[in-house]
């Protein structure tokens, strides 16, 4: 499986990256691109570059992506993901620098490049796909498929009562990918909302593990002592990971073909997911049921090596 990644690191980002750097068997990483969202772009850019070093991808390019939503004021988490959005815990930087392209403009041009070869796992806000979609009309069929990380079908949001940050941070963007007609599998939290972790778990991380294994106990002891905070709770969610792991492997999850649609019109709902059986329009698919025990156990194997 060849891989565009859409990311905007971001502890669970962070960790998505880990889990994919252990598949390197299966999944090949073919580059970068960075969104607004957790961090402003540019810092995304420059902890997507941090991490890749971590794990020896120093030859996957980075390309900076959108600066802001399509339509409203920026708004990032440094309040979940530390002033850097790596917890302050990840080191000095990269020695390398973006690639001169942006993310949209690098992944329409590995899309025509290797048509139906792409798959795209976007754990950001979907303003880089979106944009890549209106230079790239052909964009749904020129990839192989697209799995994002957003969405809160059924639940309630993170962000809002309503709505989960990805879709919240860019839910013009999210309307637009999600109907787009993609062969697109929707991580939402319905599902991330069943894989929480607790202290426990996170120092298991560290007894036998590899170098990076300590610096991701590091970043979920941050996240663990923020949701502690934020929202008295002794776990924390994992969310990125999951959508990296179900894209790996399928048959983690069961799916259902969907019809979605993004509120953006009501200021108190907006970014709000609905899913329904609409005939006619584009379908994506959503998550069932998911094997949970499964993919937090790949998970601590990725970040113990
Ligand atoms: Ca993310």
Request: charged residues 20%.
């Amino acid at each position: 499986m060849r891989i565009v990644l859409d990311t905007d690191p971001g502890i669970d980002d962070a960790l998505a990256i880990f889990y994919l750097a252990a598949h390197r068997d299966v999944a090949e990483l073919v580059a970068v691109g960075s969104v607004h969202g957790n961090v402003p772009s540019p810092t995304a850019a420059a902890n997507a570059l941090r991490l890749l070093d971590r794990v020896g991808w120093t030859e996957v390019p980075v390309a900076v992506g959108a600066h802001q939503p399509l339509a409203q004021e920026l708004s990032t988490g440094e309040v979940v993901h530390g002033g850097d959005g790596l917890a302050g815990v990840a080191g000095p930087p990269s020695s390398r620098a973006p690639v001169s392209v942006s993310a949209a403009e690098q992944l329409v041009g590995l899309a025509r490049a290797h048509p139906g070869e792409l798959t795209v796992i976007a754990l950001g806000p979907l303003t880089n796909i979106a944009l890549a979609a209106l230079i790239e009309p052909e964009l749904p069929e020129l990839l192989r498929s697209v799995t994002v990380m957003g969405g809160a079908i059924g639940t309630t949001g993170n962000i809002t009562p309503h709505a989960e940050a990805n879709i919240w941070h860019d839910p013009e963007a999210a309307a637009l990918v999600l109907g787009k007609g993609f062969d697109l599998t929707l991580v939402g939290l319905e599902v991330t909302a069943t894989a929480q972790v607790d202290a426990a778990w996170v120092e298991d991380l560290t007894g036998s593990g590899g170098p990076n294994a300590g610096f991701a106990a590091d970043l979920l002891r941050h996240y663990l002592g923020v949701y502690s905070r934020l929202l008295g709770q002794d776990t924390c969610y994992l969310h990125d990971p999951l959508a990296v792991a179900v894209t790996l492997d399928p048959g983690l999850a069961a799916t259902r073909d969907l019809v979605v649609d993004v509120e953006l019109r009501d200021p108190d709902t907006r970014g709000k997911t609905t899913a329904s059986e609409s005939a006619g329009r584009p379908a994506v698919k959503t998550l069932d049921q998911f094997d949970v025990t499964t993919c937090l156990n790949r998970l601590a194997a990725a970040l113990r090596r």
